[in-house]
């Protein structure tokens, strides 16, 4: 018998994500799809003007825009990400925006 990874339909899973979010009053939701030794992948949902108050940047970590426009954001840069966008996030103190209901798929790097 062959072993297959574990699957998930992100693109599936970010509206169900997003009704979650408009329950909270953070308006925002996160579920871990990937938890290992070495990495996490989060799927964050964020409705519409939500934030990620600025934090520590991981060892290595990357954004991929899911559904919906965000900022990310440093004290110095800011960039906007809309669907599809693939970002590296910045190894310095950073935040996120929505500037539209979004979700967002967070990996990051446990271990260096």
Do not use: F, K
Not at 25 to 43: D, E, F, I, K, Y
Not at 55 to 64: E, F, M, N, R, V
Not at 88 to 110: E, M
Request: charged share 15%.
């Amino acid at each position: 018998m062959t072993h297959h990874p574990a699957v998930t339909a992100v693109g599936t899973l970010a509206p169900a994500m997003l009704a979650e979010a408009n329950q909270h009053p953070a308006r925002r939701a996160a579920r871990t799809l990937v938890s290992g030794t070495a990495q996490r992948a989060t799927l964050i949902a964020l409705l519409e003007g939500a934030e990620l108050n600025e934090h520590d940047s991981p060892i290595a970590a990357t954004l991929y825009v899911v559904t919906g426009t965000v900022r990310l954001h440093t004290r110095e840069d800011a960039w906007v990400l809309e669907d599809g966008h693939l970002a590296v996030i910045p190894p310095q103190r950073h935040g996120l925006t929505a500037l539209t209901d979004a979700a967002v798929l967070l990996t990051v790097a446990l271990h260096q």
